[in-house]
């Protein structure tokens, strides 16, 4: 059986080079391959094309957390329907990085799936509805389809994606929990290498073929988080009682009693 | 000053357009209050990917929150009974088979249904999309909650957007603190207005010309 298994995040993404366009994962805090990016960044390699859910300043502490926005520095081009977030200036954060040549593509969120859709199923592309008669159809060939206006958009193949999993298998079946799921089994499907970051590995075998939720054909290397990584369980209790200190956070992430 | 319709009643009567059954994306801010006067049967979605999620975590019991489950504003919730998990292909194509029902909030709503709630700063990152286009262009129904009027009382129903648009001609209702107002092909009904305040008073707060329904009321909860 071939190993896809690392034993350091460092190695599983020893072989990423400069330029390379990488697709990963980010829902604020959750579903981020905290560890992977964080191996990236010690890497240093430059002029990357990010592609990403949501792209927001890194408002945690380093110690538990590493969002794709602490690749600034390192990155080319950003693909992403999220810049920011809106109360904090949205995408204000990146301006003097685009100041320096940093190039944002902007898009639905649902349009970022289709496009990671056409990648990874070899379609030539899209044309869609989403996107026309705003900034995003800028610069894009628009075509009229049975009477209704398409804005034509490139298929998205990254060379790597970077997952955060909750369980694999030495196959590399993965599941995930709750929206970890989100835009990572597209991306898993869409890139050329495939590289996942889980809480657990367990043996072929021990997760119900009716539970895969990506096939392993899809995972190419897989790293097991130590308790002392970052992404685990305590760390993410440890960031909500960090930001729950805020009282004007803390309204804006809970509900209210009736 | 006559009074306009506190944010709860804006939420309640937004509600009212929901029945047993309906499946809803409720956006970021005034929206979200509406979770709390659906009536039963009605299932949540948030486009990260879950379908009937439970109720919100409360402030006071921050040990059950559980980065897994986050709704569509990104705050913590439980997971509901018969909740169904799914990926970003599957919930964008919920969205955009017009399975479900969007209710956001706007900044600028124009008499032709076109919508301006992602941005004020102008430029690509002036705002975030998130799957806001999505929800406008493919949502069942479209509906608007938003104030009446700018915090100095310029208009924010016009007769173009200046703001970047979310999607062109995808609005179906808009409800604000002082009317319910439909879009149609002939252009923006006014079917309800908030208590003591007369069609043409409304009229003066709105830039297109409006269609008074003959049936016009106060708003009904």
């Known amino acids: 059986m071939i190993n896809k298994i690392f034993n350091s995040f460092d190695e599983a993404v020893a072989d990423i080079p400069d330029g390379a366009v990488i697709a990963a994962e980010c829902w604020g805090y959750p579903a981020t391959a905290h560890n992977l990016i964080a ?22 502490s380093d110690k538990y957390a590493m969002t794709p926005a602490t690749l600034l520095p390192q990155i080319k081009k950003l693909i992403t329907p999220i810049v920011g977030i809106m109360r904090l200036g949205a995408g204000d954060f990146v301006r003097p990085y685009v100041e320096q040549g940093l190039e944002v593509e ?6 970022l799936a289709a496009r990671l859709y056409a990648g990874a199923a070899g379609l030539g592309g899209i044309y ?43 196959l590399g079946n993965l599941v995930y929990r709750g929206n970890y799921r989100s835009d990572q089994p597209i991306m898993a499907m869409a890139a050329k290498t ?9 043996e072929v075998g021990d997760i119900d073929p009716e539970h895969v939720i990506t096939p392993g054909i899809f ?10 990584d970052l992404g685990t369980k305590d760390k993410g209790q440890a960031i909500i009682q960090e930001i729950t200190q805020v009282d004007s956070v803390k309204e804006l992430l809970f509900g209210k009693k009736e | 000053m006559k009074q306009r319709l506190e944010r709860d009643v804006i939420a309640m009567r937004a509600a009212k357009e929901l029945k047993d059954g309906d499946c809803v994306n409720l956006g970021f801010g005034l929206p979200t209050l509406c979770a709390l006067y659906v009536p039963e049967g ?60 969007s209710i956001m909030g706007g900044f600028q709503v124009s008499e032709k249904g076109d919508l301006a709630n992602w ?12 799957g806001a286009m999505d929800l406008a262009v493919g949502g069942k129904r479209v509906i608007i909650t938003m104030d009446h009027t700018t915090k100095d009382g310029g208009y924010r129903i ?31 009904v006014l079917k309800e207005v908030a208590p003591g305040w007369t069609p043409k008073e409304i009229q003066e707060l709105t830039e297109p010309k409006l269609i008074i329904a003959p049936d016009v009321k106060e708003v009904e909860l």
Not at chain 1, 42 to 59: A, D, E, M, W, Y
Not at chain 1, 144 to 155: H, L, R
Request: aromatic content about 8%; some cysteine; proline content about 4%.
């Open chain 1, 194 to 202: 495939t590289i996942a970051e889980v809480e657990q590995v367990v």
């Open chain 1, 39 to 60: 191996a990236i960044r010690r890497k240093g390699i430059k002029n990357l094309t990010i592609i990403t859910h949501c792209f927001i300043p890194q408002v945690f």
């Open chain 1, 128 to 170: 869609d509805p989403v996107g026309v008669g705003t900034l995003v159809e800028e610069g894009k060939e628009k075509r009229t389809i049975n009477g209704k206006e398409y804005i034509f958009q490139e298929p998205l193949k990254p060379d790597y994606a970077l997952l955060s999993g909750f369980k694999a298998d030495k």
């Open chain 2, 119 to 130: 941005n004020t700063g102008g430029d690509a990152l002036g705002g975030t999309i998130g």
């Open chain 1, 106 to 111: 902007i898009m639905g969120h649902g349009t």
């Open chain 2, 42 to 101: 009605v299932r949540f979605q948030t486009e990260a990917g879950l379908l009937g999620y439970g109720r919100l975590v409360l402030a006071d019991e921050v040990e059950k929150a559980d980065w897994h489950y986050i709704d569509a504003s990104g705050r913590f919730c439980t997971p509901g009974e018969g909740m169904a998990i799914f990926d970003v292909v599957t919930s964008f194509i919920m969205i955009r088979s017009g399975r479900l029902i």
């Open chain 2, 158 to 188: 016009v007769k173009k957007c200046s703001y970047p648009l979310t999607a062109k001609e995808s609005v179906d209702l808009i409800i604000t603190d002082l009317a319910v107002i439909e879009v149609t092909r002939k252009g923006l």
């Open chain 1, 219 to 228: 995972i190419d290397r897989i790293v097991e988080i130590k308790p002392t």
